[in-house]
């Protein structure tokens, strides 16, 4: 079983739509959580960190749900512009990255 | 932001030869880089650890006698390609982590996409 499982989509969305992405996580020891957004043939960029109380930056919104292993990200109003792969990632007490395979999302006009 | 450079951004090199990859921090002091690859519609997979001044600690699975990685300074780590082959060909990623900052807040290189023919 992956340490990390992400639906790998791919989401298309017309502009305004909400969508809502999640990961499930296997390693209980995981501390950190974050999500990532890649574009095309680039580096990942962080998006925002995930905490349990859930947090929110502008039209997106983060949560953990450490029972149940999982963490998702929303998307409201969603632009053209947030077109790319999102990837979740946790981080272990050393602090390496372990990523998802990411979740293609298109918004569409 | 904290910015990290990646040198070349892109090589092409015939099978058998070794390619050097540099990534540096160039704002900032990095205690630990990591190397990461991507191959087409993959996740990123961790292949090395490596804090300056010691030896990298490797993935499993990953040849540490194969992927050289060399950390001299605390702004420079170079990954060496040995023997390259065509299954070698990926998108390479180093992140740094600050000596200072945001707890596991790693910034990431733009990336090297290693082609062998």
């Known amino acids: 079983r992956k340490e990390v499982e992400q639906d790998p989509g791919p989401f298309n969305v017309p502009e305004g739509a909400t969508v809502a992405f999640n990961c499930t996580y296997s390693?209980?020891?995981?501390?950190?959580f974050f999500w990532y957004r890649q574009d095309c043939r680039k580096e990942p960029k962080l998006l925002m960190s995930v905490y349990s109380s859930g947090n929110e930056d502008g039209r997106f919104t983060a949560q953990l749900n450490r029972a149940s292993q999982y963490i998702s990200l929303l998307i409201r109003d969603s632009k053209l512009s947030d077109s790319a792969t999102y990837l979740c990632a946790w981080a272990s007490s050393a602090r390496q990255l372990t990523f998802g395979s990411g979740t293609q999302l298109t918004v569409l006009p | 932001g904290a910015v990290v450079s990646q040198h070349p951004s892109w090589v092409i090199c015939k099978s058998g030869t070794s390619v050097k990859i540099e990534c540096r921090s160039l704002?900032?002091?990095?205690?630990?880089m990591f190397w990461y690859r991507q191959f087409p519609k993959q996740s990123l997979m961790l292949m090395a650890t490596s804090n300056e001044g010691s030896k990298a600690t490797y993935e499993q699975g990953v040849e540490k006698d194969k992927f050289l990685i060399n950390h001299a300074s605390l702004t420079l780590s170079t990954l060496t390609v040995t023997s390259a082959h065509p299954e070698d060909s990926s998108f390479y990623i180093c992140s740094a982590r600050a000596l200072a900052g945001v707890l596991n807040e790693q910034f990431f290189g733009p990336g090297t996409r290693l082609t062998v023919l």
């Open positions: 704002d900032f002091q990095a205690t630990t």
């Open positions: 390693n209980s020891a995981s501390q950190s």
